[in-house]
């Protein structure tokens, strides 16, 4: 049954391959950011119903989320897929290779679910580099009842459990009072002074946090012209640690230089937030270990972890639903070699002949995963009664 199976779902993937490419081309070349993949979401609802999946769109009050199901069997396996680009550099995290290699998969274990008695279920999962779409659809009920969830995300290398970091997104802004620069400045509130010191003040606290830490932003409004005393100030800033417990701490921290740009100067500060906390991630290890030996025999090579990969660590809202559900996301190289994600070289690697190899690969190497977790006794059980 196993070898039947593999066979019937690598057999779909080769056939197909053409399809499965042209989609992932398609979005390479129409780039969409968060909560605006419009045409992503309806091109892969597209495809997904025509390999006999039911679609449903607009889930968890997401406009562009879906979920798309095939199969009866008891087993429910979420496949997820992403499909947001970055502002300014499009798929430079590879997004596309993620979004068609999902496709690739769920068609495979579609025409094999009944044989292997499992539901599987594609979720379409916006906004994953700034909005956190699975962490949303995960406390709206998506992901209820599945039994185990995964991905591949593209990289420079194949890892199967790379270092994440839990994540607070932070929305800063400073009010002022305006004058003239020049002729009374002694009228005016800075609220560009008061970023100035917090910024410095961040500055001086990194010195002071663990190597793993990571606070990092950029000034979205910085005032109206160099005579004007500047009323209004923004940024963004990203704050990262190893644990949700440990973001918070260190979160706290970050809020009081903030704070202290407002006392130093007057002006008032508002904080908020365009997106729920990413978690850590929890590996699971028994379905990595099928992953790996599956990608193994696909021609895939993991090579030996150094320290300087332990350094690079980034954070996805594909961890919080590890908490809840056994999940993977390991990486699938796509050949770029030093130019690694969110770098403007990194998104013609996702469309040049090793990202497509990603694409047909990661797909096969996540139906096959499937195909062992289902036909194993004690793989299934551990998942059916977790």
Avoid at 191 to 211: F, M, N
Wanted: glycine share 10%.
């Amino acid at each position: 049954m196993h070898d039947q199976a593999k066979a019937a779902t690598l057999g779909l993937i080769n056939g197909d391959a053409d399809r499965f490419l042209a989609l992932s081309h398609r979005l390479h070349a129409h780039p969409e950011v968060g909560f605006e993949e419009e045409r992503a979401c309806a091109w892969l609802a597209e495809d997904l119903t025509a390999y006999g999946f039911t679609v449903e769109t607009g889930v968890c009050d997401l406009p562009t989320a879906f979920v798309a199901e095939a199969g009866t069997g008891p087993l429910v396996i979420g496949i997820c897929a992403e499909y947001d680009a970055l502002p300014g550099i499009g798929h430079a995290c590879g997004h596309n290779v993620i979004a068609s290699a999902a496709i690739a998969a769920g068609a495979a274990l579609a025409c094999v679910a009944d044989e292997l008695g499992i539901t599987v279920k594609v979720f379409g999962t916006p906004a994953e580099e700034n909005g956190g779409g699975k962490v949303l659809m995960l406390e709206r009920g998506a992901f209820a009842g599945v039994h185990a969830a995964m991905m591949v995300h593209p990289a420079p290398n194949e890892r199967l459990d790379p270092p994440v970091l839990a994540r607070q997104q932070m929305h800063i802004e400073y009010r002022g009072r305006p004058a003239h620069a020049s002729s009374c400045p002694e009228d005016g509130i800075n609220a560009a002074d008061a970023l100035t010191i917090a910024q410095v003040a961040i500055g001086l606290l990194r010195q002071h946090v663990p190597g793993h830490q990571r606070i990092h932003g950029i000034v979205t409004q910085g005032g109206q012209a160099p005579n004007i005393v500047p009323e209004h100030t923004a940024a963004d800033y990203y704050v990262r640690a190893e644990t949700l417990a440990e973001l918070t701490e260190l979160t706290g921290r970050v809020r009081a230089c903030f704070e202290a740009g407002a006392v130093g100067t007057g002006a008032t500060l508002t904080v908020g937030s365009e997106s729920p906390a990413y978690s850590e991630f929890r590996h699971d290890t028994p379905l990595l270990e099928l992953y790996r030996r599956n990608a193994e025999a696909l021609g895939r090579t993991f090579p030996e972890v150094t320290p300087a990969d332990n350094r690079m660590a980034a954070s996805t809202d594909m961890a919080n639903v590890s908490l809840a559900v056994p999940s993977i996301q390991p990486l699938i190289s796509i050949g770029s070699g030093t130019v690694g994600q969110h770098q403007a070289e990194f998104a013609a690697y996702a469309v040049g002949p090793e990202g497509d190899r990603a694409v047909l690969a990661g797909g096969a190497a996540m139906a096959w995963t499937v195909v062992d977790a289902a036909l194993d006794p004690a793989a299934r059980e551990r998942l059916l009664t977790r």
